[in-house]
């Protein structure tokens, strides 16, 4: 022990062992492992959130954390030094985020290595194996692949070859399918263009059954909307038998109409992504 600082010194064989490892690696890996996230240990060009004590988490790994917790009714805790963490708690390193742009990257889709400034662009506008999609997809053809190989598909597809009746019974059903979600924004549009809108700030919370082992089940309180009283439910996988032990997550949710009524009530709603969704998140109805 070193009686000055009272630090406990290595030995000197273990030290040296130490140095050695660190010395085979070039710099530009070690900066990479430190740079990484603690939970997914991967470099993310995300934002990067930081606890207390400086260890990097990026904001998807963070944010399904806090749910993940949440959802076990445990306290959020950093994976490496067990503090405490919250919305609150937690600040972005803008530092960090800026180094890992400049670090270079790896392209999602083939072998092709630049910043990480440029790996967006790269994978979306240049790569020749990015994914991709026929020209002919608007008129019905449903084919998808590499983009080295569009030129070929090309020359193959049937749909330039189709009649003109052909295309437009195949655009006429598509064209339903648009106009059907052109209306349902609309509606939206004009309820949020409303003098008044009545909105309700709910709170899921669990909500206790004979088999809360197995599922896991949330309610909010009542609330008023529509001159009736409602309660929206939500259950976390509900055709899983064990939810805690799986990687993907869904929700089904449930608006349970609490008052009575004497005729058919005509509801119509939309689901939108909120400002933390995870980008791989989908919604369905």
């Known amino acids: 022990m070193d009686s000055t600082t009272g630090d406990i010194e290595e030995p000197p ?5 130490s140095i050695t490892d660190d010395r085979s690696h070039s710099l530009e890996d070690r900066i990479k492992s430190i740079l990484s996230c603690c939970i997914c240990l991967n470099r993310s060009t995300l934002p ?6 400086g260890h990097l988490m990026c904001t998807s790994c963070f944010y399904h954390l806090l749910a993940d917790c949440k959802l076990k009714d445990q306290e959020t805790a950093c994976p490496n ?7 609150k708690d937690c600040t972005r390193n803008l530092a960090v985020e800026k180094v890992i742009l400049e670090l270079p990257m790896v392209c999602a889709y083939c072998p092709h290595t630049c910043s990480g400034r440029e790996i967006k662009y790269h994978e979306s506008e240049t790569c020749s194996k990015r994914p991709t999609i026929c020209e002919y997809s608007l008129l019905g053809c449903d084919w998808t692949g590499p983009f080295h190989c569009l030129a070929s598909h090309m020359t193959t597809c049937e749909y330039p070859k189709k009649t003109g009746q052909q295309l437009l019974d195949t655009i006429r059903i598509r064209k339903q399918t648009y106009d059907a979600e052109k209306k349902c924004l609309e509606i939206a549009l004009d309820l949020l263009s409303l003098n008044e809108i009545e909105v309700n700030d709910l709170v899921l919370k669990p909500m206790r059954t004979d088999d809360f082992t197995a599922q896991l089940y949330f309610e909010t309180t009542r609330f008023k909307a529509l001159e009736h009283t409602w309660k929206l439910r939500a259950c976390i996988n509900d055709n899983e038998p064990n939810p805690h032990a799986t990687v993907t997550r869904w929700l089904s949710y449930q608006l349970a109409l609490q008052s009575n009524v004497s005729e058919a009530i005509n509801l119509k709603f939309f689901i939108t992504k909120g400002s933390h969704s995870d980008p791989s998140t989908s919604q369905s109805i």
Request: with cysteine; hydrophobic share 35%.
């Open 13 to 17: 064989l273990k030290k040296l062992r």
């Open 48 to 53: 990067m959130l930081q606890c207390v004590n």
């Open 81 to 87: 030094c067990r503090c405490e963490i919250s919305k």
